[in-house]
């Protein structure tokens, strides 16, 4: 009965294209780290799409709170989940999320209808702050230790 009465509640045509694209970039983002050799240090993965390296890093000789965020990335990508949640935890669970949200996302646009659930504006308000909380205490970690 729930998801007749989500399936009732069409998406606008704006709305499909907005999840399509917001789909289709995370799909790149996976498809673009995944390609990618994590850097053994545990940062700079990023510099192989010719990035340049932290500027915190450079500045203070400490790795900023998203770095790691592409390395994590490579490693979950290539099943090292030890690895991931090594080089930056708030990254590998934000791919996590992006690996469920992508899917989602694209059946949503192209069926025209939010399928399972329809986000509403506190459950984005939490997971980014869940997100924000996890990422400044993991950067506390990385650079305590």
């Given at each position: ?35 990618l ?52 935890l ?26 399972w659930?329809?986000?509403?504006e ?12 996890v ?11």
């Open positions: 009965m729930v998801y007749a009465a989500m399936k009732s509640e069409s998406l606008s045509a704006v709305a499909r294209v907005v999840l399509a694209v917001i789909g289709l970039s995370g799909l790149v983002l996976c498809a673009t780290a995944c390609n050799e994590p850097d053994p240090r545990g940062f700079g993965t990023h510099e192989q799409l010719g990035l340049t390296p932290c500027s915190f890093y450079q500045w203070t000789g400490h790795t900023c709170p998203s770095c790691g965020a592409t390395t994590a990335w490579a490693h979950v990508l290539r099943g090292d989940m030890a690895e991931a949640l090594w080089a930056n708030a990254a590998t669970l934000l791919l996590l999320a992006t690996l469920v949200a992508v899917p989602w996302l694209l059946l949503s646009a192209c069926f025209g209808h939010w399928l659930w329809k986000p509403k506190w459950d984005v308000l939490l997971v980014g702050s869940t997100l924000s909380v990422a400044i205490l993991d950067w506390m970690r990385r650079i305590l230790s």
